[in-house]
Nanobody, 115 residues
Framework: QVHLVESGGGLVQAGGSLRLSCTAPGSIFSLSDMGWYRQPSGKQRELVAT???????NYADSVKGRFTISRDNAKNTLYLQMNSLKPEDTGVYYCKFQVFSRDYWGQGTQVTVSS
């Protein structure tokens, strides 16, 4: 059973920070490319950031310079550090692991940024 556990979402004022976490089974963690996606209410899910098995990273233009994706291999945990949050960052955030072209998704965690 593959189960990704997300945490760290919440309500924060503009300019504040949050850190999201996503823990995966060790059996897939080291084999995975992984990333964070978000889905604002009523809109399509969009890519936020990715990190490969070789630690190369990519970010959506809207979050560059504010968000940092990282992972802790010892803890089998993926992180998204979000700083200088804006109201437009509001949405449900999902972690995703890709192993041998198969996708595994977290349950989602709500991030709400107020003005």
């Amino acid at each position: 059973q593959v189960h990704l556990v997300e945490s760290g979402g919440g309500l924060v004022q503009a300019g504040g920070s949050l850190r999201l976490s996503c823990t995966a089974p060790g059996s897939i963690f080291s084999l995975s490319d992984m990333g964070w996606y978000r889905q604002p209410s009523g809109k399509q899910r969009e890519l936020v950031a990715t990190i490969s098995r070789r630690d190369s990273t990519n970010y959506a233009d809207s979050v560059k310079g504010r968000f940092t994706i990282s992972r802790d291999n010892a803890k089998n945990t993926l992180y998204l550090q979000m700083n200088s949050l804006k109201p437009e960052d509001t949405g449900v955030y999902y972690c995703k692991f890709q192993v041998f072209s198969r996708d595994y998704w977290g349950q989602g965690t709500q991030v709400t940024v107020s003005s």
